[in-house]
Each structure stands twice: as structure tokens, then as C-alpha cells.
């Protein structure tokens, strides 16, 4: 049975150049977008939840009944006398 390289070779070999042009580009556009799917699919799988980043911070901030703005708002005002 022939290897899918020299299948491919001997349906490319009739084309004339242009439509061999054209399935060159196709088959370009397919390595491109598979390569596109294959680096969304990692993406996917690396990316982590936001909500489970912010409920695994809940502890981090003291309750002292301020409003995370007003916490904010402390840090930045340490950050400017700070500097």
C-alpha cells in the first residue's frame, strides 16, 4: 500500500499551477488551523478558574467589615506615603 506522501505526490504531479498553487495553500491552511486548535485545546487545559482563585483568597482578607474598595483604598493610600 502506497504511503499518503506519494499519494499525494501523484494526485499533485496532474494539477496544473494554479490549482496545484491552490492546494498547496488549502493544505497550509489546514497545518495552520490544526495547529491553532491544538494551542486553544493546551490553552483550555492550563487555564484556571477565576472563581476558584477568588474563593481560595477569602481567607487572605481580613473581615474587619470593610468593603474590599476600602481595603484598596488603605493599600494605596500605605503605597503613596510610603514613596
Known amino acids: 500500500m502506497p504511503s499518503t506522501a506519494m499519494k499525494l505526490n501523484k494526485l499533485l504531479e496532474n ?17 495552520s488551523r490544526r495547529k491553532e486548535l491544538i494551542s486553544d485545546r493546551k490553552f483550555a487545559e492550563n487555564k484556571t478558574d477565576v472563581e476558584a482563585i477568588v ?15 476600602e481595603y484598596r483604598n488603605e493599600r ?6 510610603s514613596h
Open 76 to 81: 494605596l493610600k500605605k503605597y503613596e506615603n
Open 15 to 31: 494539477l496544473d499551477e494554479e490549482d496545484f498553487n491552490k492546494a498547496i495553500s488549502y493544505i497550509e491552511f489546514l497545518v
Open 55 to 69: 474563593t481560595s483568597l477569602t481567607g487572605a482578607i481580613p473581615d474587619a467589615g470593610k468593603s474590599l474598595e
